[in-house]
Every structure is written in structure tokens, then in C-alpha cells.
């Protein structure tokens, strides 16, 4: 989502990072253009948990994922 501009990126990430806390795995958030970052993860959910990225090879992360949201 990250080259996506979302209208609240505070909501986006606190959704994210609650239903990855929930199923108890970590999280990658690519900040991008829709201002995503790691201040907003949410109090109830470990910062050590998320980890907020610039530019990462999705080609790298992707087969390491549980799961990938992304626009395309």
C-alpha cells in the first residue's frame, strides 16, 4: 500500500499491526508515499514486533512472508 496515498495511514497501520499481533507474527510496513510509519503502531501492540521500512526488494521479502498486501 505503501506508493498508495490513503486518507488516515494511522488507521491503515493500527489495523495491520493488531491483526498480525493477533495471529502472533511480525509485521513489515513500507512507509512510501501513503505516510506510513512506525509511530503509528498502536500502544497494545509491541514496537519490536513491527519493523517500518523505506525501500525494501520485494522480490527479497515477499518469499519470506506469511502474507503481502499490496496495491498491484
Do not use: M
Amino acid at each position: 500500500l505503501s506508493s498508495l496515498t490513503v486518507a488516515d495511514p494511522r488507521a491503515v497501520v493500527e489495523v495491520h499491526a493488531r491483526a498480525a499481533h493477533a495471529l502472533d507474527l511480525p509485521l513489515v510496513v513500507q512507509a512510501g508515499w501513503a505516510g506510513l510509519a512506525g509511530e503509528h503502531v498502536p500502544a497494545d501492540v509491541p514496537r519490536e514486533r513491527v519493523l517500518a521500512v523505506g525501500h525494501v526488494a520485494h522480490d527479497a521479502l515477499f518469499p519470506r512472508a506469511a502474507a503481502v498486501i499490496h496495491h498491484g
